[in-house]
């Protein structure tokens, strides 16, 4: 199984969905898409094995991956979606203010970018209380987690996303879905996963602020530029939700989520105990 399917918990959503054992999921028989992009939704640092099967989010995702030469193609829907689908919106839940998503860096790039100008401009903008969620990376780095709450905001972290098979963390999407829907908007200075995620899980959504860059950032695919024209009415302070919602479901693949026994039968995943075959 490759390590990054295990990202966020992933595997854990979907072996839950597939009714098997959440704590301890099966070997995933290929590779998982683990987070939204404007390429072939694999990540440009992990080596593949060819003729390994691909498990993406959305349609348009796997046309792109087709151009791209990849085969073996799936499109089954992201996690997240799953999790929604399992975990019905309460009643009457009360939201209030917005949650913020910085662009941020991952193990091997730090994020290059003026965290004061933003937080400024989410101040100028957000007309409620703020919780501003780092990554593990910037919420461990306390000068910068700082900055963020003296300037009011509340600050917190998802998780961590767990690596080569540590730390894994299967709470993470859990902890997210449930701080978005606590939240009447969602925002981030670029578009990523966790604003389709909040736009999915009810949230008025945002894209607004100074990109930021990661050091020695390669503009793969398009890059920034690409995705602020090809998903231009997902950018400003306000955005049509209809519209925001129609993109999510289309990026997210929440139209295309498969019956457990067909996600079971791709995945290779076994049938769970005490039901017949």
Do not use: K
């Not at 409620?128 to 919420?139: A, F, K, M, R, S």
């Not at 299967?170 to 449930?178: D, E, I, Y």
């Not at 390669?218 to 920034?224: C, N, T, Y």
């Amino acid at each position: 199984m490759h390590h990054a399917n295990h990202y966020y918990g992933h595997s854990h959503v979907l072996a839950r969905y597939c009714g098997l054992d959440d704590t301890d999921p099966p070997r995933l028989h290929g590779y998982l898409q683990h987070g939204w992009n404007i390429g072939d939704g694999l990540a440009p640092d992990h080596e593949y094995v060819p003729g390994i099967p691909s498990f993406l989010w959305s349609e348009r995702t796997r046309r792109r991956a087709w151009s791209l030469g990849r085969r073996q193609l799936y499109v089954v829907g992201a996690p997240f979606a799953y999790l929604l689908a399992m975990e019905p919106l309460p009643p009457a839940a009360p939201r209030e203010g917005t949650i913020y998503y910085p662009f941020h860096g991952w193990e091997g790039q730090h994020v290059v970018g003026d965290h004061d100008g933003l937080i400024a401009e989410i101040r100028r903008t957000e007309p409620g209380p703020v919780t501003v969620c780092l990554y593990w990376q910037e919420y461990r780095t306390p000068r910068l987690r700082q900055r963020y709450q003296q300037a009011g905001f509340r600050v917190i972290c998802h998780g961590y996303r767990g690596g080569w098979w540590h730390n894994l963390d299967p709470g993470f999407l859990h902890r997210q879905l449930a701080e978005q829907r606590r939240h009447a908007r969602v925002a981030s200075n670029r578009l990523c996963s966790a604003v389709l995620y909040g736009i999915l899980a009810g949230c008025e959504p945002a894209v607004y602020g100074d990109p930021m860059r990661l050091a020695g950032e390669r503009s793969a695919f398009g890059g920034q530029r690409r995705i602020e024209r090809e998903w231009a009415a997902l950018h400003g302070t306000r955005v049509d939700p209809e519209v925001a919602r129609a993109v999510a479901v289309d990026e997210l693949g929440a139209d295309r989520l498969l019956p457990p026994a067909e996600l079971r039968r791709l995945l290779r995943w076994p049938m769970p105990v005490g039901v017949a075959a």
